[in-house]
């Protein structure tokens, strides 16, 4: 497969730093060689060293923050080309293609408040997805903090990636692990409906969720069966990441909006989909 055509999305960044975070993650901080404006959450990069350790094939990154002219990301190390960007060091530089997809829409404050469901290191893309909602995105109304509901679950309390950050931020967090080691016992659609159950969140509430497929197969699940508006953030797998390979088919809904194509293309029509689009359940 080749691998994608240099262009304007395609720079070098160099390392700023590598710092472990959680039990098996890293963030990694990169500062590009050219001004980036400021980038949508749920956006993604593709991130590959320029040194030959990594894969040929670029990996798909969130972009977790933004600051200064930094960009940070949360990575999860899994394979081959996360372990080579876990051992950068400071200077090396880091291929860096992007912004890609759309990111998530306006999380904004004219509604019912927004539940934000995080699974493992599906937590990337909602650092700044707070931070924009609280600021206010696209002319809409921000969100006030009591309005933002942040639902991080993962397999245990060592992959709650960088919890901490999400603490200072002015929003309502909740946690759940599987094994118990943290917050609630179970995962975070059992935490969600605990939390509803109690009173602590509504009803009616909008969704925002990135996490394994399954997890947000069974958030789809859980929104369609209460008619609540749904947006998911996929981490699909990818070739090239800007439509040219295939790689990244995701089914559509026949009668939802998309219906009129049997797939969508993850990497540029998404990430981010609204769950009428798209067929993740059965
Ligand atoms: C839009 C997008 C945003 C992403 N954001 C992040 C992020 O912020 N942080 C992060 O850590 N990861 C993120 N990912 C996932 C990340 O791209 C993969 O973990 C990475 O490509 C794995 O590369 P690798 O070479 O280390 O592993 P590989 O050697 O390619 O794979 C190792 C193992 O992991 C499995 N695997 C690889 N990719 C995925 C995947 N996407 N889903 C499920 N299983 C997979 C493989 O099947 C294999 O079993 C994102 C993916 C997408 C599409
Ligand atoms: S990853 Fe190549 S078309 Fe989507």
């Not at 992007?98 to 404050?109: F, I, T, V």
């Not at 397999?155 to 709650?160: R, T």
């Not at 497929?213 to 947006?231: K, P, T």
């Not at 981490?235 to 049997?262: F, Y």
């Amino acid at each position: 497969m080749p691998a994608p055509p240099p262009d304007a999305r395609s720079f070098l960044s160099e390392v700023v730093s590598v710092t472990p975070c959680g039990a098996d993650g890293v963030l990694l901080a990169l500062r590009p060689e050219r001004a980036l404006g400021a980038v949508r959450a749920s956006r993604f990069f593709m991130l590959r060293r320029e040194d030959g350790l990594s894969p040929a094939i670029p990996r798909p990154f969130s972009i977790y923050r933004q600051s200064g002219d930094s960009i940070e990301f949360l990575l999860k190390v899994m394979g081959r080309g996360t372990r080579a960007l876990a051992a950068c060091s400071p200077g090396q530089k880091v291929r860096t293609i992007g912004p890609l997809g759309n990111g998530w829409p306006a999380l904004d404050g004219d509604g019912p408040p927004w539940v934000m469901l995080a699974g493992g290191v599906g937590v990337a893309p909602f650092h700044m997805a707070i931070e924009q909602a609280l600021a206010g995105m696209d002319g809409r109304a921000p969100a006030r903090p009591e309005q933002l509901f942040f639902l991080f679950g993962a397999a245990n309390a060592g992959m709650l990636y960088d919890l901490a950050a999400f603490e200072r931020l002015p929003a309502r967090v909740f946690t759940a692990t599987v094994d118990g080691s943290h917050g609630a016992r179970g995962n975070v659609l059992e935490l969600l409906s605990d939390l509803q159950r109690r009173g602590v969140i509504p009803q009616r509430v909008r969704l925002a969720a990135c996490g394994p497929e399954r997890m947000l197969e069974a958030v789809q699940h859980f929104a369609d069966e209460r008619g609540l508006e749904c947006w998911l953030s996929l981490e699909s797998l990818m070739g090239c990441g800007v439509g040219i390979c295939n790689a990244c088919p995701v089914p559509t809904k026949p009668d939802g909006p998309r219906g009129s194509w049997p797939n969508v293309k993850c990497c540029v029509e998404g990430p981010v989909f609204k769950s009428d689009e798209i067929a993740l359940h059965a």
